[in-house]
């Protein structure tokens, strides 16, 4: 009897580790669609927040770096332009930030968003990747900007994108300016406040071993973050948004979780030179502004902060004009200055 229990009770963790990781195929590894699909959801999406473009504005180009291909979207501003590589949030791609990239394009600013691995039109698994991998993606787009556009090099994101950013800018002090909207220091400690499912610290270790067996399974982004509670400007919840959005995630891999759970920093917030302009919105649901205000006061660096009041998570695509002509303004001051200038 207890043989025949054991031998039920192994066929049942065998078919639920068969049936994830299947289910997790399916989500990560799916093809990106065709372009007429990815288009016609684009254009529907462009009519939504009422922007105009034409082809000629937005250059799109790829860049081989770190055995990844990375789709880039560039808007070139006069060739004398700050030059920005703009990096999307959480299971989101460059384009869904076009009126910000358009509206800084319009006051002088060269633009590179680009769509990390697993992101968009990038390749890579999707939904697989962690915050310094995004890093490496950002630092060789970095490089491609500055051999084509020969300009100092100033790096922003939005959410995940604004922790990407900071990181950037804790590894390379070369970097002219860094814009983040929210920002993170994923010691394992303070920043589980930001997970929809919040943890003690003292199961980190222990969720960083499984994670080290289950890294390359994955979860629908429902768990880590409650996305209906945000929402677009005509709005729709972003929940429903990445699910009608060709180029979006809608899982993320346990190993792309635990690099957001616990992934140090280059070099201490206090040792930072890069100047930084933080980004918060008072209304924010994910990330708490005293949380963020907290490692804004350890900065020693050249900063700034605009705080958008009455506003939620989604300032970066819903309040353009709110948070556009400040970065704008503080990127050409921030792009004159010498290498290593923080006064």
Known sequence: MVKRILAAFVVLVFLFHAGWYAITIEKTRAGILNDTVIDKFQDKMMARIGLKLGKSVIEEAYVEANGIRLHLDILAAAPEAPVLVFIPGTAVHTRVYIELMHALYRRGITVIGFDPRGHGRSSGTRGDYTINEI???????VTY????????VAVAGSSQGGIAAFYAAARDPSLAAAVCHNMADLNGRDNLQLARIKIPAWMVSTNLFLIKFYGRFAVPISLYLDLSREHLKDGTDAKT????????????TLRALGSLMKTGLARPVEEITVPIMLIHSDGDHIF?????????????CSKAYLLVEGREHLVMTNHVDEVAPSIAN???IMTRRPVGDSN
């Open 288 to 300: 708490p502004q005293k949380y963020v205000e907290g490692i804004y006061q350890r900065l020693n």
């Open 135 to 141: 890093v490496d993606d950002t630092l060789a787009v």
């Open 330 to 332: 503080w990127l050409k």
């Open 145 to 152: 900007a500055r051999i084509r556009f020969k300009g100092r």
């Open 241 to 252: 948004y990445i699910y009608e959005d060709p180029l979006c995630n809608t899982w993320v």
